[in-house]
């Protein structure tokens, strides 16, 4: 398989050849030159497969310079249930990514799909565990090391961290904005006593954080001399890995491939959805793909409107759903590309026009008329709404869910279908953002038994000021 660069102006290259980097030298984002096929009779022939031997079965066909063995191995150490057992303990865990189903509603069956059972409570570990195996064995394949810079504001950097902790060849250097995050997600990351780890809180605020990794990616021969890399929702690894969990979600609701199912997702980035959308581009029946947003609504505005209008980083409103206050969603480009019919350079002049307009209006092109075919759908919830859907849910069938999640579940519920079962990914835990769940519930949070003391763990951290000078000397000085 062979990746292009959804500019068109870089070189075609493989997987492992894309698996380190980021961005393509163009500018654009890896996407392989055409999506592997699934027929109805092979997909019905994967039913009954572990999670692991469906996740080889899917990424096989897109990591095809890893020996097949040496693959089935790596997915066969990554998707365990003891990797996966840290949230709701669910009688069917083997699953990996469970459906729990809420009950019917308009004709409709819903579900969750349960994607926040791994160590970190979030559905980024879902591809972050892999792809801490996947760098590590690339890592040694090269004989190369690798320092992973990166900024959070919660659940990324600490899946990051959980996913490399102890792994050969790799340091992460994590800033996170000093007093901004949960007491939850601080502890989960500052309690890591790994030696390869490294939390840097720091003084300012997540857009500092993020300026500071900004500023050293744009030091170039800094970057190369002390192999500094990043772990971005942008990384084709994460995406593919998140493939994955569109099939096991379809089989498991399903008994024949004649039948279909919607997904709605919380997003923020575009990263999960767009993992779907290609699920979909490969043929798996999926009806449609529920794009669910907060306040901060690009995402919903482009899919109504054919305007895609990106906002300045003043303008994004900090919600109730903080891992989905995005101002452009960075993947966005990956479907833009195919909507463009794969052609790079109409998609460079898009975004362009965002870099230098903010922005770009499809609004009165045929292909705007023609975008039905990819499944789209898309919806928003307010904090109120969120806080309601909490409450009834919790009502309606006992089952306590997130804020993130809650956004789905609004959203899906605009848009049932009735026969056609709706799975709402369920993105995070509600302990994650407990003082939410307090206010909407008057409880606590539920909290995984494995997490009842961790406010009280040793926690590894260091101040720093926000100053990029700092932050390249405290690098260079923890290098082996
Ligand atoms: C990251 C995240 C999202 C948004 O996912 P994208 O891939 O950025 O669209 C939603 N919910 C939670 C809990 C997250 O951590």
Same mark, same amino acid.
Do not use: C, H
């Given at each position: 398989m062979r990746y292009q660069s959804t500019r068109g102006n870089s070189p075609q290259q493989s997987f492992l050849e894309i698996l380190l980097g980021g961005l393509a030298p163009d500018g654009g984002l890896y996407l392989p030159t055409e999506y592997p096929q699934i027929s109805k009779a092979q997909l019905d022939s994967w039913?009954?497969?572990?999670y692991a031997d469906l996740a080889y079965e899917v990424l096989s066909l897109y990591c095809d310079d890893i020996p097949a063995a040496d693959l089935r191995a790596l997915l066969r150490k990554t998707y365990t249930e003891q990797v996966y057992c840290n949230g709701r303990p669910q009688d069917n865990a083997n699953d990996i990514t469970p459906l729990h189903w809420l009950g019917e509603e308009q004709g409709t069956r819903i579900a969750l799909l349960s994607l926040s059972n791994g160590p970190t409570l979030a559905f980024k570990d879902m591809a972050m565990q892999l792809l801490g195996n996947l760098f590590e064995y690339a890592l040694q394949k090269k004989g190369q090391q690798l320092n992973i810079l990166g900024a959070t504001s919660g659940d990324t950097g600490s899946a990051a961290e959980y996913a490399m902790r102890g792994k050969e060849g790799v340091k992460v250097f994590m800033l996170s904005p000093r007093g901004k995050m949960s007491s939850f997600q601080s502890a989960q990351m500052y309690s890591l006593q790994d030696p390869n780890i490294f939390n840097l809180a720091v003084a300012g605020v997540f857009d500092d954080c993020q300026d500071i990794v900004k500023a050293v990616s744009n030091d170039h021969s800094f970057k190369a001399k002390h192999q500094i890399g990043t772990v971005n929702s942008i990384n084709w690894g994460r995406v593919v890995a998140q493939v994955v969990y569109y099939f096991q979600g379809y089989l498991l609701a399903t008994k024949s491939s004649s039948e279909k199912v919607s997904f709605t997702v919380p997003s923020g980035n575009f990263g999960n959805i767009c993992a779907g959308h290609i699920a979909r581009m490969m043929g @798996?029946?999926? =009806?449609h793909l529920i794009a669910a947003t907060n306040e901060n609504d690009v995402l919903d505005e482009f899919f109504r409107t054919g305007v895609y209008r990106a906002r300045k980083s003043t303008e994004t409103l900090h919600t109730s759903s903080p891992s989905m206050d995005i101002s452009k969603a960075s993947n966005f480009e990956r479907f833009v590309f195919d909507l463009m019919g794969q052609d790079g350079k109409a998609t460079a002049a898009m975004f362009k026009q965002v870099d230098e307009a903010g922005g770009f209006d499809i609004s009165k092109e045929a292909i705007f008329k023609e975008m039905g075919k990819y499944g789209f759908q898309s919806g928003r919830s307010t904090h109120q709404n969120r806080l309601e859907t909490i409450r009834n849910i919790d009502g309606e069938y006992g089952v306590m869910i997130d804020t993130h999640t809650a956004d789905g579940v609004k959203v899906a519920r605009e848009h049932l279908q009735a026969g056609i079962p709706m799975l709402v990914l369920?993105? =995070? @835990?509600p302990i994650k953002f407990e003082e939410t769940i307090e206010v909407a519930l008057g409880r606590p949070a539920e909290c995984p038994a494995a997490f009842k003391n961790i406010k009280s763990l040793p926690q590894r951290v260091e101040n720093i000021d926000a100053d990029v000078n700092q932050v390249k000397a405290f690098i260079t000085t923890h290098l082996s």
């Open positions: 039913r009954g497969l572990s @798996l029946p999926i =009806a369920e993105t =995070a @835990l």
